[in-house]
């Protein structure tokens, strides 16, 4: 799960859905995005909310993972959801895929992390990964009781 990169309140008027990016946090998507790379952590499927600064996060993260551009899924589901209905719309991945990376918001993503591991996390900050790996074949049997680790890949400083 990655929540999208710092965006940008100064444009007066512009709908939440068209905000994009920070300077400052397309250089944290960039810097996340290699480290993710130099650990071998590659999607199979990129899905992102159709948020202009997720969208955004997800075409970087894309292009230094050599993910083609094309592929990138957009799904309204991520963008004014909840966690169980991102949870309902992961579970209902093929299975074929063995490893999907969904680009979206907060507290969204924030709740879905910490309904799976036991030491719980304040915030999932812009630019921030937590990757899940679980004990499962199939998408919809993942769970609490198979989640066998995580990883957390933070920007050095949000703000």
Known sequence: MVRHAKSSWDYDGTADID??????GISY???I????KLSNL???KII????IRALHTAVIFA?????PLREIEICGLLYESS????????R????????LMIFGHNPDFTDLVNGFIDKPIENIPTSGVVTLKFASANWDGISRKNLESHIINFPVKDE
């Open 19 to 24: 905000r994009t990016l920070k300077a400052k």
């Open 29 to 31: 998507a960039y810097a």
């Open 33 to 36: 995005a290699r480290k993710l």
């Open 42 to 44: 590659i999607p199979q």
């Open 48 to 51: 992102s909310s159709p948020a």
């Open 63 to 67: 292009r230094v993972l050599e993910y």
């Open 83 to 90: 966690s169980d209905k991102i949870m309902d719309m992961v």
């Open 92 to 99: 209902k991945t093929d299975n074929e895929c063995k490893s």
